[in-house]
């Protein structure tokens, strides 16, 4: 549960009432005088938002409908600000639950990182269950620990329910580079063995080379239940899925503002959604439209290459189709895509500034890791933001009694937000147990604000990239 900004005290939330009467699904009125956006507000953003950026997967997307942007005044029972995986999450175990929602999106359906990621599903937290027991205690672990293999299962279920054709592929590795590193995965196996989870098998490295291709790894953990998806299929397939229920979905609809009350009213340029609650999952595209969750994040950014598809080189690399990441602080990742191009990733610019030679970043780390595969073509090259909290532990919590939010995945954000999706639905319809447990960790501003929380950052993470290149 979050200290709110109402003079600090704690508010208990608002679940709701299905007692009251309510408008069809996408119920319009002509907006009154009070309900109108300002002039300002009105004039603000162009009618059509930018497409998706260029990268491998906006050029192998799913055909999505036309999603026109809100115009008028619209009546539901939650409505969404953003259509990444935390709020196409949030709305589709809502809409299974019967009730009426309208997703707002900015831009286009997993336009921010949900279109842009590794693609990786992988369990737990950025700051792991051992790290959360010494700081937090053994009951918020527990709590924690019993949900951190969850959200992987929801993207699985999501997949086979809805049929959604995201090129899932199971298996997934975490790659040792030094002796320091294969201790630390024995003690990972150990401590996720602890909370239930064994479907693990730890590698030497020769078999850590045979499923690899790289002779880099002292050793690699492998994760049979983990696995790997196109992002942005994924993000569009539960978007259909949402709106086969009678969700509704508004493309091209900023938010300017979110006024408080019961009901809340969010305003976008040309029109408002009236609706009992607000869920805010804008996450590193939030901008600055509730300042307070902008002072306790940061966006980062991430870069990802996209090979010409390998033909029958894949196999050399890669035989069994496992994803993979590394051990190190700040990490590279690969795995193969459908049409057997190579996707890697790797890099952290803190701040979130768009590098002007991507391929300049991360093909020295592909070639590191792949010698054999050092003149291949790169034939895409993009970037996306991550949202980091001081923490390295999501933020979650209620700007206002009916105003839910979650934010600041830091970097681990593909499985956590389907299982915080559910959770926040969970404490909308009035079950917040699970919900209390995440609002309960403290979130902290980073020191110097936002001045110096980038350069404080950089310092800080240049450090643990110097003790991951001594090997120590």
Known sequence: MDTTEHGGARRRDQSLDRSEPHAPIGHREAIGHDDRPRQSERSERSERSEPHAPSFYADSALRQPARPPLRGLTEADV??????????????????AGLRVVVLEAHRVGWGASGRNGGQLVHSYSRDLDVIEARHGATTAKALGEMAFEGAAIIKQRIRQYNIDCHFQPGGMFAALNGRQVEGLERHQALWERYGHRELELLDASRTEAATGS???AAALLDRSSGHVHPLRLAQGQALALESLGGVIHEDSPVVRIERGDPARVVTAQGVVRARFVIVAGNAYLGNLEPQLAARSMPCGTQVIATEPLGARWAEILPDKLCVEDCNFLLDYFRLSADRRLLYGGGVIYGARDPAHIESIVRPKLAKTFPQLRDVRIDYAWTGNFLLTLSRLPEVGRLAPNIYYSQGCSGHGVTF?????????????GQATRFDAFADLPHYPFPGGRLLRVPLTALGAFWYDLRDRLGR
């Open 417 to 429: 937000t389907h299982l915080i999706g559910r959770v926040l639905a969970e404490a909308i319809q």
């Open 79 to 96: 409505v969404v600000i953003g259509a990444g995986y935390t709020g196409l999450s949030s709305a589709l175990h809502l809409a299974e």
């Open 215 to 217: 002779r880099r790894y």
